[in-house]
């Protein structure tokens, strides 16, 4: 792994170049393509595969990683304009590019535990450093308070599995020692908070609106996957208590419905779209919980089309604050009169939000409904109602920000760079191209 690591190390010095910052973006874009095309050297097919711990789950979270962290550097633009350090800037994206791969590449608990919370160091820097009002201390207060509190048990869970095997594997975790409700509850709870489930998530708004826009995509698209991709590490341990799978799949799906409700009043764009990946985790933990195939299936994928859509809507918010001076749907009405060409780009991201074809997130919610229903009949309800809000909450997003009249005081506005249209389409394409590959995720999961 330490191996495969060494071009990000020769990343850093290259950040306090007088040019550094697009020859950084280049350099990330060629080594994402790499992994890209690497992709059966890291199944097991050749060594590689064993050489970085890499099997399906990981990879496709590794390979979502690096493309985030690209399209964050070109999204960024602005802290390269304004001079505020970009170089500095550019250390943390690279420092947290390096932890979020040994966290997906680790194969026991330890490490992955010790990588897991490392990742959340550069990213609390990047809100307290490039956030946008003086709340960002509190809001990186919150972040650091509830995962940190919520995964301390989490590590006397894997004390307790070492002192059981001598081992922290993640392959042996079926054979540990006696289970028990307490321990089961330490070693997911850290993974529930992450996501985060309803009743847990009050860290996640406050993050996302005081966060600059880097800090808000690297949330939404890959640490949020972290504690769903804890989750389907530990399923032996989720298999030996079953039953409590019933708590956790009522709590998602009512607090989505409820999630849901919050989202229809919300007037902050970036409050709205924060609101509704709690929705959609809610989901993901439903879907997991079940301990189904179709629910495995339907939530990995659903975690990869949600980095992808809720990152390039995070981005759309950014572009109206940009030009606009607030993010509050009062001021950031009408904007089909101002940026005809970069409503297309609203429309194509709310479709895939609300799960529209030929979209991941429809592969992915298709997945988890059937799983659901075939878990229980009194699931359709909620998912009736989860549903039809899901897809409210989505339009309310699009019609009130794009159509009316707009607000007077604005005078001026640009119609949108080549670089935010380039931007836009990176999030969008894959999500809907990476639809053609589901039958391999099935296969390979």
Not at 139 to 153: D, E, H, I, N, Q
Not at 212 to 221: C, E, F, N, T
Not at 257 to 271: E, G, H, K, P, Y
């Amino acid at each position: 792994m330490l191996s495969f690591l060494f071009p990000f190390f020769f990343l850093i010095p290259l950040c306090f170049l007088s040019n550094g910052w697009w020859l950084v973006h280049s350099l990330f874009f060629i080594i994402s393509f790499s992994f890209f095309f690497a992709f059966p050297y890291f199944l097991g097919w050749g060594n590689l595969g064993y050489l970085f711990g890499c099997d399906f789950l990981s990879y496709g979270l590794i390979l979502l990683s690096f493309w985030v962290c690209v399209l964050m550097v070109m999204a960024s633009e602005s802290i390269l304009r304004s001079f505020y350090y970009p170089g500095l800037f550019l250390v943390f994206v690279v420092l947290l590019v390096i932890l979020l791969f040994c966290t997906f590449g680790s194969v026991n608990l330890f490490s992955f535990y010790l990588f897991f919370e490392s990742s959340l160091i550069p990213t609390v820097f990047i809100i307290l450093g490039w956030g946008y009002q003086p709340e960002r201390l509190q809001a990186g207060v919150y972040l650091l308070f509830y995962t940190l509190l919520a995964s301390l048990p989490m590590l006397i869970g894997i004390f307790y599995i070492f002192s059981s095997l001598r081992s922290v594997s993640f392959f042996l975790l079926g054979g540990a020692g006696v289970f028990n409700g307490f321990f089961y509850f330490c070693m997911i709870f850290a993974f529930l908070v992450s996501m985060p489930m309803f009743l847990v998530h009050l860290w996640l708004p406050s993050a996302h609106v005081e966060a600059p826009v880097s800090g808000s995509m690297i949330l939404a698209g890959v640490l949020l996957k972290l504690g769903g991709y804890g989750l389907l590490r530990v399923f032996p341990v989720l298999v030996k208590f079953f039953n409590f799978g019933l708590v956790w799949v009522s709590v998602s799906l009512v607090g989505g419905f409820l999630v849901s409700l919050i989202c229809m009043r919300q007037t902050d764009l970036s409050a709205l779209i924060a609101y509704s990946s709690v929705a959609h985790m809610g989901l993901v933990i439903g879907g997991i919980m079940t301990l189904s195939y179709w629910g495995l299936c339907g939530s990995y994928t659903l975690m990869i089309a949600h980095g992808l859509c809720s990152s390039g809507l995070f981005c759309l918010a950014n572009i109206s604050y940009e030009r606009l001076g607030s993010r509050s749907l009062l001021v950031s009405r009408g904007l089909l009169n101002l940026m005809p060409s970069m409503a297309f780009w609203w429309f194509m991201l709310s479709a895939c939000n609300m799960a529209a074809p030929p979209s991941l997130n429809l592969l992915g919610e298709i997945s988890l409904l059937n799983s659901l229903v075939s878990w229980s009949w009194l699931s359709m309800l909620l998912l009736v109602v989860l549903s039809f809000f899901s897809a409210a909450y989505t339009l309310y997003l699009f019609s009130y920000s794009q159509h009316g009249s707009y607000y007077s005081g604005v005078y001026s506005c640009s119609l949108g760079t080549s670089r935010e249209f380039l931007l836009l389409f990176l999030h969008w394409f894959p999500l809907n191209l990476f639809i053609m590959s589901g039958d391999v995720i099935m296969l390979w999961l």
